[in-house]
C-alpha cells in the first residue's frame, strides 16, 4: 500500500458521560485525548464543544478548546457545524467571524443526521460562506447516495474548492434506523464508489457511528 491513510479522530462527539464517563467535556480534557490520539497515529483532531451538562455549546468556548488543542498537538482542528434545534442558524455562521482563532476545518452538512439535528442545502451555502469568510476549510459530508446531489450544486456554485476531503459518514452496523447508513461493507464500498466516482478531485475520509 502505497497511498497515505488519515486518520481523524472525533475525541468527544455526541456522546454524554452517562454512556461513557470518560468522554472529555473541558478544554483540558479535550486537549489530553488530543496528545493521546495523535501519539497514536491521528493527522486530524475534532471536536464538539461541550457545556458543562454536556450539552452542545457553539460559544466563545471554541476559543479556549481550540488555545488548549494546539498547545497540545501540531495537527489540524476540525469542529461541527451541526446545529441542535435549540440553536439558530445565525448562532452557527456568526461564530467564525467572532473566534480569536478559528479551527482549520469544520464539517458541513447537506442532510439531517438524525431528526433533532437540522440540515439543508440552503442551510449548508450559508456556513460555506462564513467558513469561507474566516479562512476555515469546510469537509463535506456524504450521508448517504442523496447526498451528492446536493454537494454538486454547491460545488458547481464554487463553494467546495478549498475542501481537503469529503467525509463518508455511516451509522451502526446493527440495530441503525436512524438517517445514516448501516455501516455494513457493501454499504462502505458502494458510498465511496458513488462518492469518487462523483468528486474524483476529493480524498475519501469514512467514519461510522460505534
Known amino acids: ?40 497515529g491521528a493527522g486530524v483532531v475534532h471536536v464538539q464543544a461541550r457545556k458543562p451538562d454536556g450539552s452542545p455549546a457553539y460559544d466563545l468556548s471554541y476559543d479556549d478548546i481550540v488555545q488548549a488543542v494546539r498547545g497540545a498537538v501540531d495537527v489540524p482542528i476540525s ?22 482563532d478559528p479551527p482549520d476545518l469544520a464539517t458541513v452538512n447537506v442532510r439531517a443526521p438524525g431528526q433533532d439535528l437540522p440540515a439543508h442545502r440552503e ?4 456556513i460555506l460562506e462564513a467558513l469561507d469568510e474566516a479562512s476555515v476549510r469546510p469537509t463535506p459530508t456524504v450521508f448517504g447516495v442523496d447526498s451528492l446531489g446536493d454537494l454538486e450544486v454547491l460545488y458547481n456554485d ?15 452496523t446493527r440495530g441503525s434506523g436512524g438517517a445514516l447508513a448501516a455501516g455494513t461493507p457493501s454499504n462502505v464500498l458502494r458510498l465511496i464508489d458513488a462518492t469518487t466516482q462523483q468528486f474524483s478531485r476529493f480524498p475519501v475520509v469514512v467514519g461510522g457511528e460505534d
Do not use: H, W
Open 79 to 100: 469542529v461541527t457545524t451541526q446545529r441542535t434545534r435549540q440553536t439558530s442558524l445565525g448562532t452557527i455562521t456568526a461564530l467564525f467571524s467572532v473566534l480569536r
Open 123 to 126: 442551510e449548508a451555502r450559508q
Open 158 to 172: 464554487s463553494l467546495l474548492t478549498r475542501a481537503p476531503y469529503m467525509v463518508v459518514a455511516l451509522g451502526p
Open 1 to 40: 500500500m502505497t497511498d497515505a491513510i488519515l486518520i481523524v479522530a472525533a475525541l468527544n462527539g455526541m456522546r454524554s458521560r452517562l454512556e461513557c464517563p470518560k468522554v472529555p467535556y473541558t478544554p483540558e480534557e479535550i486537549a489530553a485525548e488530543a496528545r493521546r490520539a495523535v501519539a497514536a
